[in-house]
């Protein structure tokens, strides 16, 4: 089995509101720990990335998902694990309920940030690049 077919995907929801988005601190042993990042996790066999999505916006955040497009979609090799993954990111534009940090064991910290409160905190390269394109349009 080549690396690329044993490759983790991943769904993930970018939340906006005020010019800011909703940024989780990752602490879990892999995967970018001590970075900032978007809420979401691991897609589940047979599920669809826009299943994945619902599913963890409910367990992570709290919030369930009314309506959302998909922004991107891309590979990238993980330089804290060297895993290849397959992200796909979405832009949630509607939810009911307040978010609330609910995984504990996965994420340390929740906020909302502006580009300009994100300058000195150490964020996701990935979720730079997606909060730049978006939140210039805001």
Request: hydrophobic content about 35%.
């Amino acid at each position: 089995m080549s690396k690329n077919d044993k490759k983790h995907k991943t769904a993930n929801g970018i939340l906006l509101k005020d010019g800011k988005a909703l940024l989780v601190l990752r602490n879990s042993k892999k995967y970018y720990s001590g970075f900032w990042d978007i809420p979401g996790g691991h897609i589940k066999k047979k599920e669809t990335p826009e299943e994945a999505l619902i599913r963890e916006m409910v367990e992570e955040i709290g919030v369930s998902v009314v309506t959302y497009y998909l922004f991107r979609s891309y590979e990238e090799n993980d330089p804290t694990s060297d895993d290849l993954s397959r992200h796909f990111v979405f832009v949630v534009t509607d939810w009911v309920g307040e978010p609330e940090n609910l995984d504990t064991r996965e994420h340390s910290d929740m906020g909302w940030f502006s580009l300009e409160e994100l300058k000195n905190k150490p964020v996701t390269p990935s979720t730079r690049d997606e909060l730049v394109e978006l939140l210039a349009k805001i």
